[in-house]
């Protein structure tokens, strides 16, 4: 992680963490042991420290700047953004109807899409789409952009076969090598064309513009249960045909000699066919398939516009509202954007007001999740999956399946309690399920102790559909929590790092929506745990639920803080680390008073020996975090006023040791990796203004006073002077880093020690070699003792 942390010992000597070489920086802490691999225990009833009677003892630990910067690696990126707080619900009233006038592309509800009901009786294998339907279509579609560098097709002809484009179709408006254009080819080569992709891509309003480009005269709709060799039975005259989600599969492949027999039999009636399948078809021969991208998302919402009453207001003007760049930050179905476009348009004529229109995303997320959640099409296995890919959104793929295998376990247990899970090993393949979850996979490196590691990774499309699914299992399936619960416990003990802070932002997501439960089922539960991983998995889900907006976090650590049980008191002081710069003077406030806390009761307790480490540890880490804020050293900035603040602590008794501890602590961390960059605490100094009389320059007095109560302290001083050498060494290749030390290390010799102290330290400094001080020590020697400059001599009286 970041730089030396040492704890100040009581013999004087620099400690530092458990199994590390004195002066060596600290990197991550060894895990003690592993996490037992099973379900969930009872919960541990909390004990008073009276009673410290434990039989086993964890000893794992980590340093609390360590485990802040673990929590924000390992946390979905939407966890710690506004974006993830509810801006509306589907409770309040009915979201689902579809505004805006015409709808385009595939519409989903209930899991499945939206089923055309054709005339005639049961054994109607075919029915009929009105043309005026395929005209309403044609008036919103947008053709995918153009590829770059390709030249544009003259107005009324087509580039391959140089006719007029029928039915008022200009074949400028795509582009021959887009899918558009590569699949009419072959329509018009073949008379049948394959379509894949995923559903929400507007696929099949792609396929009837083809079949539109064509000159179809009528549109026929054919059932896609249909075998491959049944469908040239139902072909009519002049006609195009559409079948919509046609399956595919390897045991029911649509092969070479289907396609040829449907052409040959489509040139006889005159007709032409586009069959639209899923985004893996298994499709045999050369005929093969073509795959369908829509347009970007911005060029989609623009054709919708540009047909709407927008009262005047420019179309530019309103894709430029942050409200809408944020839905068209990623790609969402083309039946939602059609949804949005409506919005917007109402927006413009002051129909809507703009927190509605911001609050799209999640409606959208909402409707998509419980159609997943309500869908029978949907397996146990199925939605297990969805679960986990919700806790695990944007980590690696394989952790994702692996545990979701896990949790369908847990909720096998559940619905089929005599019937033991049977989870396919070989079943759907993953680009089928990331599919079918409105996924992406990408590869990205995935920061471990050993350094960066190459993965394959998934993360919904949409931001918002994690959280909203997490929301809407805990809220609206009760039935489910039990088997959520345990897996959750399961995973808060699990050894890999990314696991657990998976664990907790979960628990983050499940208290902001229903706070009293999840505090009794996980939060309090593992907060009064004996094991370390556990308890930081409740510091974990506090800080992260107050991200979220969880309401009463401060109240729960703060009366936390002064508990009987020292567990308790760990987790919240723990937590004030990791979110304690969000209220920073409540925090600092609620540290000192329980350094006060523990004095009254005599001292640490034997099951927590490093109490009042462990609260300067918090101490600290909450102070550098709140000190990299823009203006933290101005007037009414957090660094200005409570460094100043510690600084009146330090006349004597524990609150004294708590504020030197709080300092050496603070002396460790870097803005680099691995101990390397620049101190934190020393940029903060560095940027703070030297004025006297101004905020920084009395946050800058403030932290040069601290720092000689460090050095002459017996206890700290040999710690504070380490730090000192770190700094010096850090100083070696940073200017900025350097200038800032020339400018402490004046205020740091008041006395004729002061400045011994600190000329032996440099004096005797090594660098690499072992052989020399570093030329950065021997520059701040000279800042110590500045050369004199000469002064003339008297002239002689002239006589």
Sequence with gaps: MNAPHEHPAADGEPVGLPGQAQGVPAGPVAEAHTAPNAGPEPDPA???????QHSETDTETEYAWDSRQDLYRHSPGIMLGSSARLGGSLVGGDQHG?????????????????????????????????????????????????????????DGTVAEHGTVAEHGARSDEWEPDSPFGLALTRLREHRVAVLSGPATTGRRAAALMLLRAVGSAGYRALDPALSPGRLAGELRDGCGHLIAD??????????????????????????????????????????????????????????????????????????????????????????????????????ARGALPLADLAAFGHYAAERQVRAWFDSTEQTLHDKAFLIALATFDEAPYPLTAELSDVLFGFLQRIENPGEPAC?????????????????????????????????????????????????????????????????????????????????????????????????ALLIRPWATEQRFRARLAAANALALAHHLGAPHVPRILREWCTAPDHRLRWTAVRTYALVGDSFP??????????????????????????ELDELAQSAATLLLAAGQNAGSWEAGGAAAELWPALASLTRGGVAREFVLRTVVHACGPTDGT???????????????EATAGTPGGLLRQSLAALWRSVLNDPVCSLSGLEAMRHWVRAAGDDPDAERALAELLP???????DTKRLAYLLENLRDETGSAPPAVALRLLGVLFPPRTPTAPAPRPVP
């Design 46 to 52: 909390p004990a008073p420290d009276s009673a410290d």
């Design 98 to 154: 579809v505004s805006g006038g015409q709808v385009t592309g595939d519409v989903i509800l209930g899991g499945s899409k939206i089923e055309y009901h054709l005339g005639g009786d049961g054994e109607e294998r075919s029915g009929e789409i009105p043309a005026a339907e395929v005209e309403a279509l044609a008036r919103y579609f947008v053709f995918p952009s153009r590829t770059e560098g390709a030249v544009a097709v003259p």
């Design 246 to 347: 046609f399956p595919t599969t390897a045991e029911r492949p649509l092969r070479e000699h289907h396609l040829r027999a449907l052409s040959e039999k489509l040139r006889a009636v005159g007709g032409h066919l586009v069959i639209v399948v899923g985004p893996h078809p298994v499709v045999h021969g050369e005929i093969g398939h073509v795959p369908w991208q829509p347009p970007e998302p911005a060029e989609l919402l623009r054709g919708h516009l540009r047909h709407k009453d927008l009262a005047g207001h420019g179309i530019d003007a309103l894709l430029a509202l942050a409200e809408v760049q944020s839905v068209l930050g990623h790609r969402r179905p083309v039946a939602e954007l059609a949804r949005f476009a409506g919005r917007i348009a109402a927006y």
């Design 423 to 519: 989870i396919p090993v070989f079943g759907t393949s993953s680009a089928q399920r990331v599919e079918h979850a409105r996924a992406d996979r990408y590869r990205e490196a995935e920061e471990t102790e050993w350094g960066p590691v190459l993965q394959t990774k998934v993360q919904f499309r949409d931001p918002l559909t994690g959280i909203t699914l997490l929301r809407e299992v805990w809220a609206g399936h009760p039935s489910a929590r039990p088997a959520l619960v345990a897996w959750l416990r399961r995973l808060a003990v699990d050894p890999r790092p990314v696991v657990r802070t998976r664990a907790a932002s979960t628990a983050a997501v499940l208290a902001e929506t229903d706070l009293p439960s999840t505090m």
């Design 585 to 610: 003077g409540e925090a600092v406030e609620a540290l000192t008073e329980a350094v006060h806390g523990m004095d009254a009761r005599g001292g640490p307790v034997r099951a927590w020996p490093a």
């Design 674 to 688: 691995g101990g390397t960059g620049r101190p934190l605490l020393l940029d903060l100094f560095g940027r703070a």
């Design 747 to 753: 205020l740091l010799t008041v006395s004729v020690e």
